[in-house]
């Protein structure tokens, strides 16, 4: 701000008093002196000026920056948006506010990058070791991240940094170490070939000849119930075996542990039998029927056969391989087996009893003597005339068809 003050001759020879105090009065020697004071671009002011001085600033906008000009006075630059900064214009330019938008705050180690097009936003620090910005994909945003080996890493690693030095191995192929070089590929060893070394070279793959077994060994390791003795072996060398932690007499079973299990000791007559899926069963057999069987130390015998023979005085149903002498002293009554298979027989003879015996038939069952065949079904049957009447019958059609293949006397075919 200037100042221009106009004072008669008189004035100059008195003193002049200065603005004082905060109100900016000024007082010249008669109590009267005047001062103009001049305004500029943007600022106004009141003159002539007695004892008070007005300055006012003029043509802005509020939240507006006011810059210096070429008039000495002020512009008014455009009102900022929110984050945005002011930038420098250079020796002959105006300062103005950025395109970009900043975070109005940052922290120690943040990242800034530009989120879209002119908006700067901070990526926040990640407080763990040894990570490293990558992109995102589409977005492209960045994020921390490790190295992904698989496709964030190229070129080929050397050996010195501990890698291989080589890309895309062959297949099947084993590698050996040359230095600090690149290392080397063997060929392809071929069926039943061996890696051999050779002093001061790679090694090669072939065949073991016998001098190079002189010095070699086997260990043998000892299992469930099995332990050893002479181990390691050396060629020419021997080795004993020896089951320990078994019973005497007992069987022994193979396991899944690739070792042994004690199956038990035996009785008279007892065998091992299978079971589907399990250990076998040490068990006995036994007879049926007219079959015996007799159990001993280290022998089974089998004794018996044929028709088992017993004299009954009750109503029954028939079992096969069975014999009987009907002694009721009323009329006996037999039912053949609801089930039999072909080739099964059974006999029925009479003692003592004038009524006899008769053989009835079942749903869909039938006897047939020579020529003669029974109604089928319930309703037929077989029957003696006098008390020592005899038949033997044999099964031709499992669980329905019999016939007589022998008799003794008059047999009634109902």
Request: charged letters at 5%; glycine letters at 14%; a negative charge.
């Amino acid at each position: 701000m200037s100042k221009a003050g106009n004072y008669d001759i008189a004035s100059l020879f008195v003193p002049i008093q200065f603005l004082t105090g905060d109100v900016g009065a000024a007082v010249g020697p008669d109590g009267a002196g005047n001062i103009d004071v001049v305004g500029g671009n943007n600022i106004t002011t009141g003159t002539p000026l007695t004892n008070t001085i007005s300055v006012a600033v003029t043509g802005t906008t509020q939240y507006a920056v006011q810059v210096g000009n070429a008039t000495n006075s002020l512009t008014s630059l455009a009102t900022g948006t929110a984050n945005q900064v002011l930038q420098s214009g250079g020796a002959a330019a105006n300062p103005a506010w950025s395109t970009a938008t900043y975070p109005a705050t940052t922290a120690q180690g943040d990242v800034l990058y530009s989120s879209a097009n002119n908006t700067v936003a901070g990526l926040t620090k990640d407080a763990t070791a040894t990570r490293y910005i990558a992109n995102t994909g589409a977005g492209n945003n960045p994020a921390w991240d490790q190295v992904e080996l698989t496709n964030g890493v190229s070129g080929i690693l050397p050996v010195t940094n501990g890698g291989t030095g080589i890309a895309d191995p062959t297949d099947h192929a084993l590698i050996v170490g040359s230095g600090a070089a690149a290392m080397t590929e063997l060929a392809v060893g071929a069926t039943n070939t061996v890696l051999l070394g050779n002093t001061g070279a790679d090694c090669s793959w072939g065949t073991v000849p016998n001098a190079a077994l002189t010095n070699s060994s086997v260990t043998l390791s000892d299992g469930n119930n099995i332990t050893v003795t002479g181990s390691p072996l050396s060629l020419g060398g021997t080795a004993s075996f020896n089951l320990t932690g078994t019973t005497d007499h007992t069987l022994q079973l193979g396991n899944a542990t690739g070792s042994l299990t004690s199956l038990g000791v035996a009785t008279n007559g007892q065998i091992p039998i299978g079971s589907n899926a399990a250990d076998p069963v040490l068990a006995t057999i036994t007879g049926s029927g007219a079959i015996n069987v007799a159990n001993g130390a280290g022998t089974i015998t089998i004794s018996g056969g044929g028709t088992e023979w017993s004299i009954i005085t009750a109503d029954q149903t028939i079992a096969i391989y069975k014999g009987y002498v009907c002694n009721k002293a009323g009329l006996l009554s037999l039912a053949l087996p609801a089930t039999s298979a072909v080739g099964t027989t059974f006999s029925v003879t009479g003692m003592n009893i004038d009524l006899g015996w008769t053989v009835t038939q079942g749903a869909g069952q039938q006897i047939h003597f020579g020529d003669l065949s029974t109604t089928a079904g319930v309703g037929g049957s077989v029957a003696s005339t006098l008390k020592r009447d005899s038949i033997e019958c044999v099964c031709i059609v499992a669980d329905t068809t019999w016939q007589i293949i022998s008799a003794v006397g008059n047999i009634t075919v109902t």
